[in-house]
């Protein structure tokens, strides 16, 4: 095999490419083959919870600083939900991901932990638990009182 998986990735990847292009799986890298498609997958599970987690959090500081709301919070509200639903729309399997209660535990725990250092707000006033469905989430009517 010519270059190493672990020396050069990105050199590695162009060889495994020519490799298939050429029809040469006989001398194909399999195991790294499916660990990076794998990594594809997780790599857009982490960009839609970190979208998530964004628009939790300035969910939050809308509910909990309403003295502080303004059209920026609006502007990211807005273009959170519009860039999770491109995610979602891009890659329908995502939606399996809006119903997995251990994905919202962590996409909540990191909005909070933002709308914390955001907001001066102990962590402990926000609630332990997601308050809003994910439809209310998603609804770019919804802005919680």
């Not at 490799?19 to 499916?34: C, K, N, P």
């Not at 962590?123 to 919680?144: G, N, R, Y």
Request: net charge negative.
């Amino acid at each position: 095999m010519g270059i190493s998986y672990e020396q050069d990735i990105i050199a590695w990847a162009n060889e495994q490419a020519r490799l298939i292009r050429a029809g040469r799986f006989d001398l194909l890298d399999l195991e790294h083959i499916a660990e990076e498609i794998e990594d594809v997958g997780k790599s857009e599970q982490r960009e839609l919870e970190s979208r998530m987690a964004v628009l939790l959090a300035h969910l939050l500081k809308w509910q909990f600083q309403p003295e502080r709301r303004g059209a920026s919070w609006q502007i990211t509200i807005r273009g959170q939900r519009n860039m999770v639903s491109k995610r979602i729309t891009k890659t329908p399997s995502l939606k399996y991901t809006l119903q997995d209660s251990d994905w919202w535990s962590d996409a909540w725990f990191d909005g909070v932990t933002q709308a914390s250092k955001e907001t001066g707000l102990e962590f402990d006033v926000f609630p332990e638990d997601c308050i809003w469905t994910p439809e209310q989430i998603l609804d770019q009517a919804f802005l919680p009182e």
